[in-house]
């Protein structure tokens, strides 16, 4: 079974400021996915990142990037220029390959990015 | 294009009674899922379906819990009698096939008094 580990409930960073979050995860698997969802107080979740594990470069998308170590079964996510609507729990998951496509998600970081 | 649609939105009812969750989900998504999300956790999955087919309930409670999706589009969560424990976040998800990305709906918070 796959778990996904989140050490920080929470964090908070300044406006314009950078910010990493990050996970750890532990499986047998060789060819997985890994994500990062956004949801903010209104409860939907959105995909803000996709890392596919047989990849070696980083996935980046606008001022959001990860560093994906798998070696070392981390999987981090930076957010640069952090705005305000930024602000809310970010989920790191991972999804094996093939038909068993069910999300393994961690706790949660709660995000609060200030003035 | 649409997203995921959930409704109710919020649902309140009383302990041992029956409520019902409609999910609709993307256009052409032939994957299904049903997500628990209790306070302060992540996401778990209950059911999931390929097509009409629920291909993954292993974890769904079936003494209380049942859903269906018929002709393989919408979908409905049920459980019958509801408990005090059954208060969370009910998220749906659907993706092109089962090995895509995941897209949730807003879900459906239900509080059991």
């Known amino acids: 079974a796959q778990t996904v580990t989140q050490s920080q409930p929470e964090m908070s960073v300044q406006e314009a400021e950078t910010v990493t979050l990050s996970c750890t995860y532990d499986?047998?698997?060789?060819?997985?996915?890994l994500f990062w969802y956004k949801q903010p107080p209104s409860r939907q979740m959105i995909l803000v990142i996709r890392?596919?594990?047989?990849?070696?470069q980083n996935a980046t998308e606008n001022r959001f990037s990860v560093n994906f170590q798998k070696a070392a079964k981390s999987f981090s996510l930076k957010i640069s220029d952090s705005q305000l609507g930024d602000t809310a729990m970010y989920f790191c998951?991972?999804?094996?390959?093939?038909?068993?496509?069910?999300?393994?998600f961690g706790t949660g970081t709660r995000l609060q990015v200030t003035l | 294009e649409a997203g995921v649609v959930q409704s109710p939105r919020y649902k309140i009812i009383e302990k041992k009674q029956p409520v019902a969750f409609w999910c609709n989900p993307i256009?052409?998504?032939?994957?299904l899922y049903w997500y628990l999300q209790n306070l302060g956790q992540g996401p778990e999955l209950l059911i999931r379906?390929?097509?009409?087919?629920?291909?993954?309930d292993s974890q769904l409670p079936k003494d209380r819990f049942s859903a269906e999706r018929l002709k393989g589009v919408d979908s409905t969560l049920k459980i019958q009698p509801a408990e005090l424990g059954d208060s969370a976040v009910y998220l749906c998800?659907?993706?092109?096939?089962?090995?895509?990305?995941?897209?949730f709906g807003p879900g459906t918070r239900l509080l059991v008094l």
């Open positions: 998800a659907s993706s092109p096939d089962s090995a895509e990305t995941q897209y």
């Open positions: 499986t047998s698997e060789n060819n997985y996915y």
């Open positions: 890392q596919e594990a047989y990849k070696q």
């Open positions: 998951a991972f999804m094996k390959t093939g038909t068993a496509s069910k999300l393994t």
């Open positions: 256009s052409g998504h032939n994957t």
């Open positions: 379906y390929e097509n009409e087919e629920a291909v993954d």
